[in-house]
């Protein structure tokens, strides 16, 4: 652990790929929804993350069960929880690329965000 | 100023269309945004805030001169600022109905929100 | 409801106390926390919202119990929700006054926010 | 590009740097802020962003000279961008070290987020 090592592109895109994942948890969360306004939420999401440098591909979806499950019952919305989504990103930083998500992993009971595959 | 007053519908119609405001600007603003994907994004924060109570009407509009002078010209996005919003909410608590507005008043430099009419 | 009305201090001031607990909870909730970073974060927020026009004074305390009840297992921290936040401000436009407060309604099941006091 | 291959504790500590800021920024970006109360907000935000995990060290700094320039002349106040962030974070996962930055870089004119080291 003495010397430091060159960076590799590879590096990088793991490092953005991350960048992106909690940016969107961050930004987001907290926004109010309900089942009919689940469908804009998610494409704004995804349109949104998709501008900054180094996403090559983003897929969001807000999971409708939990919405429903979660709705309060005398205001009839919720509020976006980071459980909810579901986040796949392909991330590519000139040579390299990989593959990241964000899930509800229920075992931990925590939104969990993940490197799936590196190219 | 020694009494309390009773609190009228008045009053919570008011207090309610703040609240949206206030919420609204500060769950969305930051939100990575560039010409392309503004549309997608004015119609989620439109949606997201039409759930929350007393919120009876709502239009949301990014203006895309502001988005074009402030995107990177490294990277092509930038961000959503409270300056490049225009609000306006029709609220209603029982028997009173508010509108308000949130737009950037140049002379302040400044995203005023203000009481436009109460009926 | 033909007529619209003159807009008082009183109606701005209830306006503007609902603004500030809007952006208050959409701005902070969502915040990484546990039981030693609370303080610092009740902190943090009470100050900055405080520097907003029209408050005169403003109380944030996060709910321990709930933290504790909500940190995970694996990780031993939780986000600031909402219904761990009690909120008291105290705002004033020109010659009129208003107390509000944020607090959690366990029978909604939800943070509720409310005109407690008009000077 | 047709193989995908093991999952080192390096990407992941990368992976793990990167969603500390792009968390942090997306968070508390948009926090009313003056020259009187960053002092509270660099702490909450240091703080907050700590109980996270593999987050080793974290220092935030928020340029004052930044803020003066932002101040709103009518309100005296302005609000945390990113640009005004100095952010140094050392992430550990495993065995895998690393230190990452946000400052603003002038010739790009963005919040630039970078890997300064891996150990």
Known sequence: MQQNVAITDRDNVLFEAGIKLGALYHQFTGSPVNLKTAGSLEKAIQE?????PCVEDIKVTINRDMIRSKLNSEYGYCEL???????RITARFQKAKADVSMAFDTELDYPLM???RIY
């Not at 949104?48 to 900054?52: A, G, K, L, P, R």
């Not at 980071?82 to 986040?87: E, S």
């Open 48 to 52: 949104s993350i998709s501008v900054q």
């Open 114 to 116: 993940k490197i799936e």
């Open 81 to 87: 929880e980071g459980r909810m989504l579901d986040v």
